[in-house]
């Protein structure tokens, strides 16, 4: 096996083991979630979202190039035969010697060989821009790993709030339906004005309106996640029962040297280094090139004299090229490089302070989101206990059927917004998963 098929076979050997570490590393924070459907979309969607399966074709095309790049470090060989027939040509002169018009066939069959020869490293510093870009590909792939990940579990916990939400406003559909037949019922009797009629339907309308939005919501939710997981045979989504979710708490401070497994910060630290290795291609570009050639093989004027032993064929020769004028365009190459990678110095720069505020806008996010669910939770146990002694007080008649069921219907409201806020929570720690960059951020304390 030569050398340049054990380093092929080594890079790709190390591409493909560190996604697959990148890959399992990732999966083991979603199993802090414990929700088995959420890890067990999350690995078909690693298999079959066609974003994540074009993000991995471009990085085995940037592999692609690599090899391609490398080939330009080794000799060229190469068939370039030829035949010609010469079927009048006129009279030739070499000095007082003159050979008058003839005709003849002419068969050449030489392997050509060419190698240019890379005494300034050259070609081997265009090779390593290229395994440079080649890194910042995998970057990609990384990101669009991450994103594509928390964007579909954000989805799928925000399938299991409108799933919530609506079992939540069904019910109260049903008690406003009571409360409105009770109210019709109390002004037929005479103990309720026509506008507490109207505020009732009012109410009424407006709690249909919610659950037809809401069933939208579903319809809408539902088909974006089969989008996401490839599948359009794929129509309903079994999830976690919303009482079953686990919250867990998020870290108060996290230190900003943790962006730096970010993989756009990863990306432009090898944007830099590419556009420095490119600067010195163009500078080595005014120097000379030496090109080794050479020829071997049969060069015979009748088939029948084509092997023959006089008639073999070989040349080797040094070709050294440099450019004398080319209108400023290798001076013009060199600035553009130069200038470019100013500008990747300034990307960097820039990259750095929007990962800091990313991170800290999740963390003050996550914060704010438990702090209000926390703050819900409390509200919710007081109505909760109100909404008891409402039942206590009507099992002894101290309050109607309808003010029980009003009770019953605010209560289901604070449920409401106690769903939202459990789910933005929970949200609210993927953001802070992404702007991490893939960090498992969780101590076991944490959980």
Known sequence: MTIKKCLIILINL????GSAQAYELNLQYWENYQDPYLTGYIRDLCENNQDLKIAKLNS??????????????????GFQGQYMWEPHAADRHFGDLVIPSYHQYNLLLPLAMSYEVDIWGKNYLKTKSVKMLDEMVQQDERSAYISITSNFAGDYYNLIKIKQLLKNMREIHEIELNLVDKMEKKYANGLASITEVLTEKQELAKIEMDLNLLEKSLDLINDELMVQLGNR???????????????FNVPEEIESERIQNRPDLIKTEFYIKKMGIDVKVARREFLPKFVLFGQFGFNAYSFSRLFAPNTLLSSLGVMPQLDLFTGGAKKANLNLKKHEYKKALEYYEKTILTSIQELNDALVSAKTCKSNYEKDLEKISFEREKFRLKERQFEIGAISEFDKLAARKYALKLEQELVNEKINYIVSTINLYKALGGENYLSPTDL
Do not use: G
């Open 14 to 17: 190390l591409f493909i083991a």
């Open 60 to 77: 085995m095309q940037s592999q692609d190039n690599i090899k391609m790049q490398f080939s330009n470090q080794l000799p060229y060989l």
């Open 233 to 247: 045979n794929l129509r309903e989504f079994e999830t976690l029962a919303y009482e079953s979710i686990q919250t």
